[in-house]
């Protein structure tokens, strides 16, 4: 009974299928038939068959009669035998017959080709609809919800899992048809011509079904454990490759290689598990097979020779035709159950993730607003999730339209998580953000974010040129735009004289170019985004002092008329901001212009100019 719900339970993740199996109906519906007809063509050789043969045992013995038994032959292949009936020329009947066995060969093939260009194609199409649905799906994630599934995770369900269902949408679904209509089409036929005959045939399909019971659950949860396992396995790889210099840096190949053939012993050991249970299944079956054809030639020749039952020396070669018909078929129910298993499996661990619902998401009122204005904090306060660290504290802050801001502290003190906020990466948990005067919640996602320029501290360049990776802020960008935003970001010249110029490929996270290239890339890519706010969340760590001033000096021009939050940990080279922010401890303790924080006696922000002024002079006396 717990094997029976186990089955049924794996069966209800597949149902998430039936919306693709209506949209693509008209294939499905086709296939099907097409199924159908090329069974109906191959199960009416054997009743010719079956003609031929006591055909020419009566033309032996000299019985042949004009009026042949047409009893349990299909209606067409009755019209066939009373035609073929009138000729007593043995020779020409089985040459007609031969050749009507194979037109009804071809018939078939040509049918098995359109069933395959219905439902295999079908399958393909929903498999390109699944992938899609599912990276949308991704894309509508929280930042949270990367924060706790991992890379290979998501990789290997949009891959592997999504490709293990395909396999359950097209062969399985095509198998299971072919299965049903051989066995109904040959049984029909088989008690047409002899029901005794028939049982006794038959009679190991239910220690078939039995078997099937059995092993069924333990293929599905095997099948878990193996995708389970294979996500690791892809978890671990990815992260290797990425983090490949910093293996190679601290020499520990040895130990990521232990590491993953850990993981892949794992895998390993689950998919020869899985191995071991599926072997049950074919020497079974074959064996079922083997005593059907037995009983077969046994019980048929028994009857034969008794002339019981109306068995003929035709009706035992029928019958062994139909019992290898059913060979693919019913050695492919083990198959085919194998392959709806390890779909249910795989449609558990999509639907798992299909079943999340973004935590931040457009309101139901949220509307097409207007983003550019004043800028404000209300009693904001954020604790992140996963950690439970207070990133935010009753914090107020106020940002004038048009106000350049320089935001800066101690590592931790919440500089970053405040752009995380205005972006709503994350949603806070007291208080209220508002631009021009209106909640952020009330904007649509897709507009507050368009009309906000970010470049991140954590910088990440896709693996692609250089030009269109500036180009990713706007893709109507013309070839100026792109190198007038790319002059101001400071790295104009620089991209000059790569090989390629602005067609040079970066590889992955722009791994073939150094951390301060990067930075201004990205600014450049943030740049060309037309927007009224500009966030720099300390995006110019990787490059001088005296380099981030010159690029501050261009960008001053350029942010005349936008709002732009600068978050750094360097105060001395943004001396000409219109205010500067400090923060401690999620809160604001100070903020004023440079010189106004400068006359506040030990203030944070004297602390923090005075000890970054030192490290510079330092670094300027050595240089001398």
Known sequence: MQKSFSYFAAMKHLKALRKYFWKYRVRLGAGILFVMLSNYFSVLSPQLMKFIINYVDQSIAGTVSAEHPTKGYDYFVKKLITILSQNTNVVQVIIIASLIILFLALLRGFFMFLMRQTIIVMSRHIEYDQKNEIFNHYQKQDALFFKRHTTGDLMNRIAEDVSRVRIYTGPAIMYIVNLISVIALSVFFMLQSSVELTIYVLLPLPILAVIIYFVNSNIHKKSEQIQASLSDLTTHAQESYSGIRVIKSFVQESAMLKFFTGSSEK???????????????????????????????????????????????????????????????????????????????????????????????DAENSGDFNADGDIEFRNVSFTYPDTGIQAIRQLNLLIKK????????????????????????????????????????????????????????????????????????????????????????????????????????????????????????????????????????DCLSAVDAKTEREIMARLNKYLEEKTAIIITHRVFSLLSADRIVVMDEGKIPEQGTHAELMNIQNGLYLKLYNRQQKGVQDDEDEAD
């Open 267 to 361: 895998y390993r050991k689950n998919a020869i598990a899985l191995a071991r249970v599926e072997t049950i299944y074919f020497p079974s079956i074959m064996l079922l097979i083997g005593l059907s054809i037995l009983l077969t030639i046994m019980i048929g020749g028994l009857y034969y020779i008794n002339n019981q039952h109306g068995v003929t020396l035709g009706t035992i070669v029928e019958f062994i035709v139909y019992v290898n018909m059913l060979t693919f078929p019913v050695s492919a129910i083990g198959l085919t159950a194998s392959m709806i298993q390890r779909a249910s499996a795989s449609q558990k661990r999509l639907n798992e993730f299909l079943n999340i619902s973004p935590a931040i998401s």
């Open 402 to 537: 048009g106000e350049k801001l320089v935001i800066t502290g101690r590592t931790g003190s919440g500089k970053s998580t405040l752009a995380q906020l205005l972006l709503r990466m994350y949603d806070i948990d007291e208080g209220e953000i508002l631009i021009n005067e209106k909640n952020i919640k009330d904007y649509q996602l897709s507009t507050l974010r368009n009309q906000i320029g970010y470049i991140p501290q954590d910088i990440f360049l896709f693996s692609d040129t250089v030009e269109e990776n500036i180009r990713f802020g706007s893709y109507h960008a013309s070839k100026e735009e792109v190198y007038e935003k790319a002059e101001i970001a400071g790295v104009h010249n620089e991209i000059l004289k790569f090989a390629e110029g602005y067609k040079t490929l970066v590889g992955e996270r722009g791994v073939t170019l150094s951390g301060g290239q990067k930075q201004r890339i990205s600014i450049a890519r943030a740049l060309i985004k037309p927007a009224g706010l500009i966030i720099f969340d």
